[in-house]
C-alpha cells in the first residue's frame, strides 16, 4: 500500500478541508497554527489539530478496470469511456473538498460535454464570523461545540443563544416534535438583533422550514457547509443533486473528491473517479485517477463568510488532469471571471446569494428510538473518531444494559454513554445508518 505522508514536506501554507470555514493552517511534519488569518486567529478544532491523520489515510492508485496503470493511460482511458456518451447521460459531481481551480475545471469539462455539474451545499455568505459576537440574540440548528466549534468561541460571547432540535442542548432548547417538526417559536425569534446559524446538508433537511423562512424573509443567517468549498460550487452555478438528478438515468459518473455524497455510491455503467484518497467509490470506480492531496495544491477557495483563502501547495495536478480530458487551457480566467475579480487576494470577500431549494424531509424507520445524528468533521470525512452513542438514563435502565455492555443498533455494534437526554433518543457523532437528520430505529441489547 501506498500511503500519504506530510513528513520531509517543507511547511504549507494550507487550509484545512474540514468544513466550510477553511480555518487557515501550516502543514508539515505536525500542523501549526496561522495566527495572522482573520477568520479562525490561529484557532483550530480537533479535527484541524489531527489533520495530518486524515492526510496519512492510503492513497488512491491508478486503475483501469481494476488493473494498475500510469497516470496518462488512466487520463486517456476515461476521455475515451466518456466522448462514448451523450451529454444527457452523463453527471460530474464532486464533494467540494477542492480548490476553486478544480471546481472550474470540472464545470468547463461539463460543459464541454452538455452534461450535468453537481453538489450537495448551498451558497449564502454575508457575514463574518466576527459579526455573530454584535448580535443580542442566535438561533442555532445544530451544536455548535460538535459541528463547529470555531462558531461556538463566537457564539459564547452573545447574551442569549437557542438551539432548535430533538433534544436539550447545552443552551436554550427549542425541542421540536419528531413526528411534526413546528418552527413558530424559532421564527417567533426573529428580529433585527438576531441572527440564525444553520447547516445544509442532508443531516439538515428536517430544519427545511426554518431556513426556508430565514431566507425568504432576509433574516440575518450564516449557513454552513460541512464541506470545504461549496459556496464556490454555487457560484459556478453547480446543481444540487438531492432534487433535480434522476441518477436512474444517469449512464455515466465522473467524481472529483467524493466522500459521503448523500452516503451513497451509484452504480452507473461508468465510474470514473478522480481522487487523492483510496475509499467506497475508487473501490467500485472503473477507472480511477489518482491526484494529490488537498495540502499539496495550489489554489484558493471561498469560505462560509464568502472569504478568499489561498492553499500554498505546488502541485496544480488536479487542474491538469481535467484539462487533459477536456482539452482546453482557460480554467485560471473562469475562476478570476466567477469571483469578478482581476487578482486573487488572500482574505478578500465576496457576496453570494443563491435561491434556496427545498428538500423534503420524511422520517424514516420504523423503531422504537428516535435516532438524531450530529454533524461534524470527521463524519463527513468517513472517520469513526468515537464508537459509542449517548442514551437517557431512563432507557439505560429499561434496556438492563450494565456497565460493560454493549448496543446493536442496525449492523453497527457500538457502547453507550448514559446522558441527560430525553428518553427514547439516541444521540450520535458517528454515521449508523445513511445520512438522514432523524431516523426511527431500534436497540439490542448484546450483554457482553
Known sequence: MIFGDVKGDSMIESVCIGCSIGCSLYVGDRIFHRKNAPHNEGKLCKFGMDLLKYYSREKAECKVDGKNVELNEAINEAKKRLEGYSGDEI???????????????????AEKFDAKCCFYGYG??????????????????????????????????????????????????????????????ALALLDENTIALAEYSPLSTVYTPFLKEVVKSNAKAIVFNPTLNANFAAMLGFESFENKIDFDKVKAIYALEPELINGA????????????????????????????????????????????????????????????????????????????????????????????????????????????????????????????????????????????????????????????????????????????????VDISNLHY
Open 91 to 109: 453527471l460530474f459531481l464532486t464533494s467540494c473538498t477542492a480548490t476553486n481551480e478544480e471546481l472550474a475545471a470540472l464545470k468547463l469539462l
Open 265 to 440: 455510491i451509484p452504480s452507473p455503467e461508468l465510474l470514473i473517479v478522480q481522487s487523492a484518497f483510496s475509499n467506497g467509490w475508487c473501490d467500485k470506480a472503473d477507472v480511477v485517477i489518482q491526484s494529490d492531496s488537498f495540502h499539496q495544491k495550489r489554489g484558493s477557495v471561498v469560505n462560509a463568510e464568502g472569504r478568499i483563502l489561498i492553499n500554498n501547495g505546488k502541485s496544480e495536478q488536479g487542474v491538469e488532469i481535467l484539462e487533459k480530458i477536456g482539452g482546453f487551457e482557460q480554467t485560471a480566467s473562469k475562476v478570476l471571471e466567477t469571483l469578478n475579480v482581476n487578482t486573487i487576494k488572500e482574505f478578500s470577500t465576496v457576496e453570494i446569494t443563491e435561491e434556496f431549494r427545498e428538500k423534503e424531509f420524511k422520517l424514516k424507520g420504523e423503531g422504537k428510538y428516535y435516532l438524531t445524528t450530529k454533524s461534524n468533521p470527521f463524519l463527513w470525512k468517513g472517520i469513526d473518531h468515537k464508537n459509542f452513542v449517548e442514551l437517557s438514563v431512563e432507557d439505560v435502565k429499561e434496556l438492563g444494559l450494565s456497565r460493560t455492555d454493549r448496543i446493536k443498533i442496525g449492523d453497527k455494534e457500538l457502547c453507550y454513554k448514559p446522558s441527560n437526554i430525553q428518553k427514547g433518543y439516541i444521540v450520535s457523532e458517528i454515521l449508523i445508518s445513511q445520512l438522514k437528520g432523524l431516523t426511527r
Open 124 to 185: 449564502n455568505a454575508l457575514f463574518s464570523l466576527k459579526d455573530i459576537e454584535n448580535f443580542g440574540r442566535v438561533i442555532l440548528t445544530f451544536d455548535p461545540f460538535v459541528s463547529y466549534p470555531l462558531v461556538a468561541r463566537r457564539v459564547l460571547k452573545v447574551k442569549e443563544v437557542y438551539e432548535v432540535g430533538f433534544v436539550d442542548g447545552r443552551v436554550n432548547s427549542i425541542i421540536l416534535n419528531p413526528e411534526n417538526p413546528n418552527f413558530d417559536d
